[in-house]
């Protein structure tokens, strides 16, 4: 993809995310140049509403596997295993890898810590990554995601 884009001179996303308020909720928006470049961005997201957090020693690693028809679902679905973790056993994912990320399908692989509670910082709770306003679509340079969090 980024071939393409070169060859039409239309510059790549560079990964990023940028989290905003919502009504008495808040969300993020992700940009990447490929799909799969969404995933880490979106978990970084994730974390940073919830506040500061930082690994401590590594915990088991991580394998995620969804199917379906919506994209934008299956990353939600991605988020809500890490909210998972988080909230049963304060464990981040550090380093995701992106095995498969199409319109059906999601493979992500990665380590993950228990976060250092001496070294962290806790902003907010997130209760849920909802489905409300769920979407990723195609932009110029790449894609963009837009998912809010209950707080």
Same mark, same amino acid.
């Given at each position: 993809?980024?071939?393409?884009?070169?060859?039409?001179? *239309?510059?790549?996303?560079?990964?990023?995310?940028? *989290?905003?308020?919502?009504?008495?909720?808040?969300?993020?928006?992700?940009?990447?140049?490929?799909?799969?470049?969404?995933?880490?961005?979106?978990?970084?997201?994730?974390?940073?509403? *919830?506040?500061?957090?930082?690994?401590?020693?590594?915990?088991?690693?991580?394998?995620?596997?969804?199917?379906?028809?919506?994209?934008?679902?299956?990353?939600?679905?991605?988020?809500?295993?890490?909210?998972?973790?988080?909230?049963?056993?304060?464990? *981040?994912?550090?380093?995701?890898?992106?095995?498969?990320?199409?319109?059906?399908?999601?493979?992500?692989?990665?380590?993950?810590?228990?976060?250092?509670?001496?070294?962290?910082?806790?902003?907010?709770?997130?209760?849920?990554?909802?489905?409300?306003?769920?979407?990723?679509?195609?932009?110029?340079?790449?894609?963009?995601?837009?998912?809010?969090?209950?707080?």
């Amino acid at each position: 993809m980024d071939e393409v884009l070169a060859r039409r001179n *239309i510059p790549c996303v560079e990964s990023s995310f940028e *989290i905003f308020d919502h009504t008495a909720d808040m969300g993020f928006r992700v940009r990447a140049a490929t799909m799969p470049g969404l995933v880490e961005p979106a978990g970084k997201a994730l974390y940073a509403i *919830i506040g500061e957090l930082v690994a401590g020693e590594p915990s088991d690693p991580l394998r995620f596997e969804a199917s379906g028809e919506d994209p934008s679902v299956l990353l939600r679905d991605y988020l809500d295993e890490l909210l998972v973790l988080f909230e049963r056993g304060q464990v *981040i994912v550090v380093r995701p890898v992106v095995e498969a990320f199409d319109a059906s399908r999601l493979v992500i692989v990665g380590e993950t810590a228990r976060i250092d509670p001496e070294r962290s910082a806790f902003h907010r709770e997130v209760k849920a990554i909802t489905y409300h306003e769920l979407d990723i679509r195609k932009i110029a340079g790449g894609f963009e995601a837009t998912v809010i969090v209950d707080i």
